[in-house]
C-alpha cells in the first residue's frame, strides 16, 4: 500500500488518498490505474467531505471497489465498508482507542490512538 497514483473508472477520475491493488489485478496497474482498486481509504476533510462520504462512495460500490476505508479525523474515528452482493455493508467502525482492521487485507491495520494523537 502506498501514495497512490491516479486512477479511472468509466470514464471518471479518482485520487483518494490510498488504494491497493491485489498482485492477482496488477494487470490494471500501467500509468494510471485502469479500472477498480481493491481498497480504496479516503481522509475526510474540509470541503471534499461530502464527496467522498456521497457521490465517490457510490461510484465505488457501483464499479467493484472491494473494501472503502473512510477515515475521519474530526470524529477521530475510522470505518470499514465491504463490498458484499454489490452493496457497501458496514463491517466495523472505531474511534480513536481502538484498531481498524481491513477485511480483504487483514495484515492492513490501523492503530487509531497512534494517528489521532
Known sequence: ?????LF????????????????????I???YIYG???????????????YDLRPKKDTYEKYGVKEYII???IE???EVHSLV????VLKQKAQKSEILQSVI?????FDLGTIFR
Open 36 to 50: 477498480a482498486p481493491d481498497i480504496v481509504v479516503e481522509v475526510l476533510r474540509g470541503k471534499n467531505a461530502y
Open 105 to 109: 487485507l487483514p495484515e492492513l491495520r
Open 8 to 27: 479511472w473508472i468509466k470514464k471518471t477520475l479518482f485520487q483518494p488518498d490510498f488504494i491497493y491493488v491485489s498482485a492477482e489485478r496488477i494487470d
Open 76 to 78: 477521530e474515528s475510522a
Open 1 to 5: 500500500m502506498g501514495r497512490l497514483k
Open 71 to 73: 477515515v475521519d479525523p
Open 85 to 88: 452482493d454489490g452493496i457497501y
Open 29 to 31: 496497474v500501467r500509468d
